[in-house]
């Protein structure tokens, strides 16, 4: 279990010095919500590319090979002169893997800003909304 520092006090000494609750300019709420947002966004978008990668939503229909078996039956034999991967991969994936890949990519950030904020708000050691960069 974390240490929890529960022997602080707030006063105005120690807003002016940049105390327990962050620096003088208080809990960034601007901050913390975007933070917040990143973390839920990223989360859904996550999760949604991943079942649209799983059940093939979007992309390019008309070029879409159905399974691997497939797709290595067709190709293959022509892996040496024409084989170019850039141009197959989205057509075979679709768009899924494009937001689950952004959704991870916002979901990062929003989870440790998060964590930041949560673990300041509690007073545990080491954490303070200071930690947190303005926007």
């Not at 040496?80 to 991967?85: E, K, P, V, Y």
């Not at 937001?99 to 989870?111: N, Q």
């Amino acid at each position: 279990m974390a240490y929890v520092d529960h022997a602080f006090s707030i006063s105005d000494e120690d807003d002016l010095v940049g105390g327990a609750v962050g620096g003088p300019r208080g809990a960034p709420i601007k901050e913390i919500a975007f933070a917040v947002a990143l973390l839920a966004f990223g989360a859904l978008g996550a999760v949604g590319g991943l079942f649209m990668a799983a059940n093939r939503v979007g992309g390019d229909r008309a070029h879409d090979l159905s399974c691997i078996g497939h797709w290595l039956r067709y190709v293959a034999p022509y892996a040496g002169a024409c084989f170019h991967l850039p141009e197959l991969l989205p057509a075979f994936l679709g768009t899924g893997i494009f937001f689950m890949i952004l959704g991870i990519v916002m979901f990062i950030p929003g989870f440790y800003y998060s964590r930041i904020a949560y673990y300041a708000y509690k007073g545990y050691k080491g954490f303070s909304f200071s930690n947190i960069p303005p926007i």
